[in-house]
């Protein structure tokens, strides 16, 4: 006797669990759930819309985790990555904090200071900070995306356009040379942007496995001056398009000596 096709919900699960288990294309969910190709498209539609899956061309990919998930991962390095940009930070200035789990930890870094005010749009950080009175908190304020914890929107948009942070710290999923950062979703990329744009200086944070990495299809271009500070001591010979932006962390204070202009 056949068995009974599972409800929507169920599909749905089951459908999350075959894209984690690395199916994505179209035609390949719907032979195996043997449903129409349309009737896969508005599942992945509504996964991609509650954040469980990022949709790409033809297909889905589940390639954003939960922000516990994403800091265990390479978690050492991204604590050297924080306390190299902690030690930038001077007392009295205004620093911008972008979402993400290595900024967050860079939030924990700074927690003890006194006389900083942190701007950040990150869940993360706000957690890190909250309880700590010897730092200004400001939190913009807008639409709270899943799972990245991220904060976006127009509104975020508009209150960019009054701060002039001293520091930018951004966070990546991927970073390519000549190409930016690479985002899960369109109105983080523009977010980012504006954000990279607001700050007399600005400080890319990304471990070695985000280097020349694009898990996604949306860009945040790298269009003025910046610094990368990673953990990767060998970037100027397996990354040599980085070496004149590069600050190592826990290591020597840049890798390409131009880069430097402290």
């Given amino acids: ?32 759930f043997g449903v129409s190709e349309s009737t896969i498209r508005r599942d992945l539609a509504s996964l991609a819309g509650a954040g469980h899956v990022v949709r790409t061309y033809g297909g889905a990919l589940d390639t954003e985790r ?27 200035e205004v620093v911008l904090l972008d979402a993400g789990t290595t900024t967050g930890r860079l939030a924990r870094h700074l927690a003890h200071r ?27 304020g807008g639409r709270l995306r899943h799972p990245d914890e991220a904060i976006l929107g ?16 951004l966070g990546a999923d991927g970073v390519v040379a000549g190409r930016g950062l690479c985002c899960p979703s369109l109105e ?26 694009a898990p996604f299809s949306y860009w945040t271009p790298l269009d003025r001056e910046y610094r990368l500070i990673t953990d990767e001591p060998r970037v100027d010979v397996v990354f040599p ?22």
Avoid: C, W
């Avoid at 290591?251 to 880069?259: D, F, K, N, Q, S």
């Fill in 188 to 213: 983080q990329s523009v977010v980012k942007h504006a954000m990279l744009h607001a700050g007399a200086e600005a400080y890319v944070l990304a471990d070695h496995s985000k280097l020349d990495q």
């Fill in 66 to 92: 939960s922000p516990l998930e994403k800091d265990r991962e390479h978690a050492a390095a991204k604590d050297a990555i924080a306390r190299e940009a902690a030690a930038l930070v001077r007392d009295g």
């Fill in 241 to 262: 398009q980085f070496a004149q932006s590069v600050i190592l962390a826990g290591g020597p204070e840049t890798v390409g000596g131009a880069a430097h202009h402290e």
């Fill in 154 to 169: 127009e509104s975020v948009l508009a209150q960019l356009r009054h701060i002039s942070p001293d520091r930018v710290f």
């Fill in 114 to 140: 006194e006389g900083l005010t942190v701007v950040t749009n990150g869940v993360t950080a706000i957690r890190e900070l909250a309880g700590f009175s010897g730092i200004d908190l400001i939190v913009l």
């Fill in 1 to 32: 006797m056949p068995q009974p096709r599972p409800g929507t919900r169920d599909r749905r699960a089951m459908l999350l669990e075959a894209v984690r288990d690395g199916s994505g294309g179209i035609a390949e969910l719907a032979e195996e």
